[in-house]
């Protein structure tokens, strides 16, 4: 099964972005600046990993969902994309 949801994120995220509306959760983390990107990159990163070991299988999904939505958007506050991730991913399997 192949994963097209994320390509749609992104491509949403990036959309808001550059709208630049300011009700957008996504704009205003992404403009919130790199550092708090990265913060909450890293407190969904330990929340995913609670979840894992004392929550149940849902949450578990939806933490990990949080923790894909914001590495997105950091990527993009970084001018990377998915794409960029993917191919490094390749590179390892060879």
């Known amino acids: 099964m192949s994963c097209h949801v994320l390509e749609r994120l992104e491509e949403v995220i990036r959309q808001r972005i550059r ?51 914001h590495l997105l958007v950091l990527l993009a506050a970084k001018g990377l994309a998915l794409a960029d991730v993917c191919k490094e991913l390749e590179r390892r399997m060879k």
Do not use: C, F
């Open 19 to 69: 709208e630049g509306n300011p009700q957008s959760y996504t704009y205003r983390l992404y403009s919130s600046g790199l550092h708090n990107v990265a913060r909450k990159v890293g407190e969904e990163a330990v929340e995913t990993a609670v979840a894992a070991l004392a929550e149940g299988e849902e949450r578990l999904v939806q933490e990990a969902a949080d923790l894909l939505y």
